[in-house]
């Protein structure tokens, strides 16, 4: 089983340990960076790529699902968010604090970063799933592992719900 990240003709396509591991690392990122209500509802598709709770194999989603803005300056700000997250999380920002080290996420982020700069957000068809609607989001914060948790109705995030505990 896997899951699939998409962009056009362009797929990063990883295991289930794949992509807990992507996850994991742009959670920590996006969790530092979001500012803005469309940063929180990029974050809050992030949180719902946990397998733990949508199930394994049950994730992945399209750059043209995702609503990227109405202007082109809204399209813009968005597509630079998404970079600056993946860019920060090629940086091994807080990888120290994970309980493993993720040999194999630098190639997953170079190839979804690959993916995000080839898009044209212009394009996406925002299937008003994929992407959380402005009223299920919400800014809340794991206190144990300083990440964002914004699935409605649990109480926890993507490292509670594999049982990671940070290094100290």
């Keep these: ?3 699939i990240f998409s962009a056009g003709d362009l797929d990063l396509y990883l ?9 994991d690392v742009l959670m920590l990122a996006v969790s530092d960076l979001a500012a803005t209500a469309w940063d929180y509802r ?8 946990d397998q733990g709770v949508m199930g394994r194999g049950a994730v992945g989603f399209d750059l ?5 803005g109405r202007t082109a300056q809204q399209r813009a700000e968005a597509k630079d968010f998404v970079l600056r997250v993946v860019d920060l999380a090629s940086r091994r920002h807080r990888w120290d604090e994970l309980n493993y080290f993720p040999p194999f996420a ?3 982020l170079r190839r979804f970063r690959a993916m995000v700069e080839a898009f044209d957000p212009a394009t996406a068809r925002d299937d008003g799933i994929t992407f959380p609607r402005p009223d299920e989001t919400t800014p ?9 948790s914004s ?5 926890g995030c993507v490292f509670c719900f594999a049982g990671v505990t940070f290094a100290k």
């Design 1 to 3: 089983m896997g899951n």
């Design 15 to 23: 295991s289930n340990g794949g992509t807990s591991v992507f996850v």
């Design 42 to 49: 990029f974050a809050t598709m992030l949180t719902r790529q």
């Design 64 to 68: 043209a699902d995702i609503d990227w």
């Design 106 to 108: 630098e190639s997953y």
């Design 140 to 148: 809340a914060s794991c206190v144990r592992h300083r990440v964002l």
């Design 151 to 155: 699935l409605p109705l649990l109480e």
